[in-house]
């Protein structure tokens, strides 16, 4: 599997963007789904992810402001962040999990979102 993740940019505060992770393979609707990110000098952190079943979990930091998707026929999943603020400034990573063992098998490439204030 192969994961290209695309849509991020340049914002400002209280914008908001959408970003993108298109997916090869024909078991995509079967994995699980999961977007990460990792800001400059910190640790990658979980955003959220999406089980086959369109099943979702958010971190708390992100919560009420983004909104994780999936369109299985375009072996896609979204990422709307709205209402963005400084510090959700990161490359972010789509990553799938192929077991649906909350161990992400595969990652795409990331994509940068910056957010200025």
């Known amino acids: 599997v192969q994961l290209q993740a695309f849509g991020g940019g340049s914002v400002q505060a209280g914008g908001s963007l959408r970003l993108s992770c298109a997916a090869s393979g024909r078991t995509f609707s079967s994995y699980h789904m999961g977007w990460f990110r990792q800001a400059p000098g910190k640790e990658r952190e979980f955003v959220a992810s999406i089980t086959w079943s369109s099943d979702t979990v958010y971190a708390n930091r992100v919560k009420g402001r983004f909104t994780i998707s999936r369109d299985n026929a375009k072996n896609t999943v979204y990422l709307q962040m709205d209402s963005l603020k400084p510090e959700d400034t990161a490359v972010y990573y789509c990553?799938?999990?192929?077991?649906?063992?909350?161990?992400?098998?595969?990652w795409g490439q990331g994509t940068l979102v910056t957010v200025s204030s």
């Open positions: 990553a799938a999990d192929r077991e649906s063992d909350h161990i992400y098998d595969y």
